[in-house]
Structures are given as C-alpha cells and as structure tokens.
C-alpha cells in the first residue's frame, strides 16, 4: 500500500492549476448586475441567497473558491459531473462568450461569508474519540492504509486551495460531505482531476469515514475566506481590468 501513497503524493505534486490567474473574470459586463439577479433567484432557493444550503444535502457555497466554484458550474454543464438536479441547473444558465455569466455566479458566491452551519451526521453526536481519529486522519492520513492527509490537499484548516479549484470543506455541511465521499467511492462523481478522491475514498473505512466528517464539521469557516479576491474591484485591481480604480 506505501506505492499507493506515494502514487498520490505524486499524483498531488504534478496536479495542475486548473485555472490561470487569467481566467479571472473581473469586471462584470454591463447589465450583468440584472441578470445575474435573476439567474440567482433560481439557485437561491437551494443555495440560499447568502449562499448557504436550505437543506444538509444542499452544498453551502458562501466562501467557496471561485475556481472550484466555475469548475464545478462547467463540469455540470458539460456532463463531467452528472446530477439529476444540478445538469438542469446549469442549463437554466444563459451561455454567453468565454462562460461569463458562470464566472459572475462564481465570483458572485466566492465573495460572501461564510457560515458555521452544524448539522451533526445521524441522530448522535460525535464522540470524543471520533472526533480524535477525524484529526488524524485529515492531518496524517493513514499510510498502512495508502490513505494521505487529507490536508495535503485541502488545507490544514480546511480552507481549500483557490488557485488549484481544490473545495474549502470548512463550513460546508457535513451531510452533504459524507454523501460526496460515498458518491466518488461508488463512481457516480467522476470529475476530480487525476480520480484522486475515488482512490482516496476507497481507501477509506466507513469509521475513518465518519470520523473524518465529524471533524470537518466543526472546522472554523472564517479561516475559508481571505484565499484570494473578495470581490469584483479586488478581482479587477489584481488583473488590471479597465475602468477599475487602482491597487494601493
Ligand atoms: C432544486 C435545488 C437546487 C437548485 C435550484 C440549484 N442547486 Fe446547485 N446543487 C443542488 C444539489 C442537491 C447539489 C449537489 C449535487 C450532487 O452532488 O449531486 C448542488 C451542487 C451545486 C454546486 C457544487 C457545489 C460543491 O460544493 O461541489 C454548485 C457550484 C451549484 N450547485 C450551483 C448552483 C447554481 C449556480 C444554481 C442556480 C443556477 C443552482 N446550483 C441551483 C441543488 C440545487
Ligand atoms: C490529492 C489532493 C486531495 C487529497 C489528498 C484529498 N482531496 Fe478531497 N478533493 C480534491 C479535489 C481536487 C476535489 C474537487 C474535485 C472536483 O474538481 O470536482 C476534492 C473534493 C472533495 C470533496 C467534495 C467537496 C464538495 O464541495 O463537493 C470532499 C468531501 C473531499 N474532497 C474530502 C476529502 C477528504 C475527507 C480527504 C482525506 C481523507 C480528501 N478529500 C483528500 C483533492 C484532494
């Protein structure tokens, strides 16, 4: 099982940014405000205007990283990542050039705040030792196992990797988590680059499984957003987009 890890670790040495800085949206085009308005109306009433989910299975996406966000929003559209709800979604999504109006969505959710949303998975709380073994396993992994740290990747804190579309877990809802992992471990989500996380799912025991969700879900948040642009104007003064009012 150690050339397993190693693979991985490789795996996560050579994994490319998904996007550039370049793809960067910036400003967004006129009458963008208007349409995107509506078009979020649709998504609120299960990502919830302040971009947390409604409901457990639904995904909060307040805080999430723009790449991760816009990866996510074309790997729907295209079929990359199938979902009876979400393959309609993206579609209700006008096309326009170069994805803009996903890049607006994406930096429209990216920007909002975060929100601790606990919601403990089945009926009993996490006990102690759970809570000790999700450490472990996020911070270590598991090599007897060929299982890496989970925070290799996602960050110590769970804030995730903006450059690389790598998601923020801290702050998202656990349950929601949990059928994720279930979902790359039986191959119904096939989009992570490199099937790293349907290898890293398998790997793991449905204890190690819970115990690492039970951890995630009481993660800080507020260590998620600060990875990169708040907003249009930060997006526009890091890329130098016309008409934005100059970095000091
Ligand atoms: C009827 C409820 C519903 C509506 C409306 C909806 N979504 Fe979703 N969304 C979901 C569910 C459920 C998932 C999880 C899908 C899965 O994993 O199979 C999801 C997943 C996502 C994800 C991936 C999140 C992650 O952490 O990977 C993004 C991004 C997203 N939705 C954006 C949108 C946008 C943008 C809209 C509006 C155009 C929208 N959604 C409308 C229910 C909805
Ligand atoms: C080699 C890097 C890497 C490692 C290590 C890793 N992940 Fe991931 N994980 C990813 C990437 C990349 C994605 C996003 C895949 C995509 O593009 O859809 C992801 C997605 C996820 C998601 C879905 C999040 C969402 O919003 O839908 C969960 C949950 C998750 N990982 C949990 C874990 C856990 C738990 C561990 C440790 C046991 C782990 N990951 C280790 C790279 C990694």
Redesign the pocket.
């Known amino acids: 099982m150690k050339s397993a890890l190693a693979a991985l670790l490789i795996a996560i040495a050579i994994l490319p940014p998904v996007y550039g800085k370049d793809d960067y949206h910036g400003l967004p085009p006129a009458g963008a405000a208007t349409q995107g308005a509506a078009?979020?109306a649709?998504?609120?009433?299960?990502?919830g205007m302040n971009g947390i989910?409604?409901s457990p299975?639904?995904?909060?996406?307040a805080g999430?990283g723009y790449n991760?966000?816009l990866k996510?929003?074309e790997n729907?559209r295209s079929g990359a990542?199938?979902?009876?709800?979400?393959t309609g979604?993206?579609m209700?999504?006008p096309p326009s050039p170069k994805h803009a109006n996903?890049k607006d969505?994406?930096a429209y959710?990216s920007q909002l705040k975060p929100m601790w949303t606990y919601v403990a998975v089945g009926a009993v709380p996490a006990t102690a030792a759970q809570l000790q073994l999700g450490k472990i396993i996020y911070r270590r992994g598991n090599a007897a196992e060929g299982l890496p740290a989970c925070a290799a990747c996602h960050g110590l804190n769970g804030e995730g990797n903006g450059p690389m579309a790598i998601?923020a877990l801290a702050g998202?809802h656990a349950p929601?988590m949990l059928?994720?992992l279930q979902?790359f471990a039986s191959g119904?989500?096939t989009n992570s680059p490199g099937q790293v996380m349907y290898t890293i799912s398998r790997a793991m025991t449905a204890d190690e499984e819970n115990a690492v969700i039970a951890y995630l879900a009481q993660l800080n948040p507020d260590q998620v957003l600060g990875m990169g642009p708040k907003n249009f104007t930060a997006y526009a003064q890091l890329h130098g987009a016309p008409g934005a009012p100059k970095a000091h």
Not at 42 to 47: E, K, L, R, S, Y
């Open positions: 078009l979020l649709v998504c609120a009433a299960c990502h989910g409604m299975t639904h995904p909060n996406l999430q991760y966000i996510q929003l729907f990542r199938k979902s009876s709800i979400m979604m993206a209700t999504i996903l969505i994406a959710f998601p998202q929601y059928g994720e979902r119904r989500r």
